[in-house]
């Protein structure tokens, strides 16, 4: 079992940054990668970006390239995402999730934290 939880959500304006962190306790030597995924009320969960965490290869959805950067601490069992340039377009629910392996899914999922952009 692993346990993640978010914090960092707030409210911001456009143009603004805001970092989210997640703390990953429990079987968390299993890890294959940490990824962070964002839902708005109404559309489909969307994967925002990707972090592997043995060598920390990391990928991102086109539209938040160049202004969100992820990162690990393994020391900390943490991830995080520096979130630059928000747009209003950028506002939903934010989620960590782990996955053991390559070709797994992510099993695991945080509570979520909300992130809103006004314009």
């Known amino acids: 079992q692993v346990q993640l939880v978010e914090s960092g959500g707030g409210l911001v304006q456009a143009g603004g940054s805001l970092r989210l962190s997640c703390a990953a306790s429990?079987?968390?030597?299993?890890?294959?990668?940490m990824g962070w995924f964002r839902q708005d009320p109404g559309k489909e969960r969307e994967f925002v970006a990707r972090?592997?965490?043995?060598?920390?290869?990391?990928s991102y959805q086109d539209s938040v390239k160049d202004r969100f950067t992820i990162s690990r601490d393994n020391a900390q069992n943490t991830v995080d995402l520096q979130m630059n340039s928000l747009k209003p377009e950028d506002t939903a629910v934010y989620y960590c999730?782990?996955?053991?392996?390559?070709?797994?899914?992510?099993?695991?999922w945080g509570q979520g934290t909300q992130v809103t952009v006004s314009s």
């Open positions: 429990g079987r968390t030597f299993s890890t294959y990668a």
């Open positions: 999730a782990q996955k053991s392996t390559i070709l797994g899914t992510y099993d695991y």
């Open positions: 972090i592997t965490w043995n060598d920390g290869r990391t």
